[in-house]
């Protein structure tokens, strides 16, 4: 069983940065592409970032590209996910996804991974 565990969301201004992380148990994390998914209230939740699993390849929805930057650190088993320029539109609770992802995967839809974290509130303030 993989746990999931997302961490380094609060409370920032419009204009702030805040870095995100998510920390996956197993022993074969270098195997897992990662994804990140967001949810505001009444909305659904809806891909942010993903990378696979040797970081060669990364994707971004339109609403965030040029401003998160995903990493991956597999040594210790940590997908990051650096955003900067933050708008209040961000606000959301932000979910961290794993999976062994084949290699014709978008990595943008949430039926494409199998293990998910509880979630971290990012909320943005004007």
């Known amino acids: 069983q993989v746990q999931v565990v997302e961490s380094g969301g609060g409370l920032v201004q419009a204009g702030g940065s805040l870095r995100l992380s998510c920390v996956a148990s197993g022993r074969t994390f270098s195997s897992y592409g990662m994804g990140w998914f967001r949810q505001a209230p009444g909305k659904e939740r809806e891909f942010v970032s993903a990378i696979n699993w040797n970081g060669a390849n990364t994707y971004y929805s339109d609403s965030v590209k040029g401003r998160f930057t995903i990493s991956r650190d597999n040594a210790k088993n940590t997908v990051y996910l650096q955003m900067n320029s933050l708008k209040p539109e961000d606000t959301a609770v932000y979910y961290c996804?794993?999976?062994?992802?084949?290699?014709?995967?978008?990595?943008?839809?949430?039926?494409?991974?199998?293990?998910w974290g509880q979630g971290t509130q990012v909320t943005v303030s004007s």
């Open positions: 996804a794993a999976g062994r992802l084949p290699t014709t995967a978008t990595m943008r839809r949430r039926d494409e991974y199998d293990y």
